[in-house]
């Protein structure tokens, strides 16, 4: 595989690009809203909500429901869905494909870290099950940030632990953040960083004209890929 000439560092998110989990937080989340009297489908969720942090998906879902969306019926809404999604960890799952080759590969020439809007006790779990939880020196989830993708908290937070981890400078522009959802390359453009999409839940022509957009994880292995994003880059594209 062909190394960057600019890339230090490569921070993912979690759901959509390592993991395939997305249906399982819709089903948590439709079950703990039907059983407060309200209703999801994977239309609106797919819409509005893949990419966006659990709590603003919680109070926004209770909105249209015209439920109470009060503090304790969100944390009564996040609670109930987090126990839902937390029981079909980690076997449950699905990870993407050749998911610990791609991530012991890409190790072996880049600083690797997450960022995601997913709990941490839901992110390392799945990492363990995999044997790649090594291959990370920072995991990000929504426990560590106080505001959540499109803000750009959580990349940032993710490039500063980087920094100490490999204890010399590295800047944001030498971060390439790694996305599934528009949100969270929103987030990425905001902390100055370069970023390709995965079309895992959306088709390549929903992403912004220009943006570098990959089938699938294991594109990063490829040569052609690479030189791609060092063209990009080398033209102020990315």
């Known amino acids: ?18 993991v395939v989990s997305e249906r399982l937080h819709y089903q948590a989340f439709a079950q703990a809203l039907e059983e407060l009297g309200g209703r999801l489908s994977w239309e609106e969720y797919e819409a509005e909500f893949i990419g966006v942090p659990d709590k603003v998906t919680a109070e926004r879902s209770l909105v ?16 109930r869905k987090t126990e839902i999604f ?5 076997d449950g799952v699905t990870p993407a494909q050749d998911l610990t080759t791609v991530i012991r590969t890409l190790a072996d020439s880049y600083t ?10 839901q992110i390392i779990p ?3 099950h995999h044997g790649i ?11 560590d940030v106080r505001r959540g993708k499109p803000d750009p908290e ?25 996305e599934d959802a528009l949100p969270g390359l929103e987030a990425a453009r905001a902390a100055g960083m370069l970023s390709v999409a995965i079309a895992t839940y959306y088709s390549a022509s929903s992403f912004p004209q220009g943006q570098i957009v990959l089938s699938c994880l294991k594109d990063l292995l490829s040569d ?4 791609r994003i060092d063209t990009a880059i080398a033209r102020g594209r990315l």
């Open 133 to 143: 939880r090594d291959a990370f020196v920072a995991i990000i989830g929504q426990d």
């Open 224 to 227: 052609e890929v690479w030189d």
């Open 64 to 79: 249209k429901n015209r439920l109470d969306a009060t503090d304790e019926m969100v944390k009564r809404l996040l609670s």
């Open 112 to 121: 690797l870290a997450i960022a995601s809007g997913a709990f941490r006790h």
């Open 126 to 128: 799945v990492l363990e």
């Open 1 to 18: 595989m062909k190394r960057s000439r600019f890339v230090r560092a490569i921070i993912f998110d979690f759901d959509g690009v390592l």
């Open 86 to 90: 937390d029981a079909s960890l980690p």
């Open 154 to 178: 959580p990349y940032l937070l993710a490039w500063k632990q980087i920094r100490d981890a490999v204890k010399e400078e590295v800047a944001p522009q030498q971060c390439l953040v790694v």
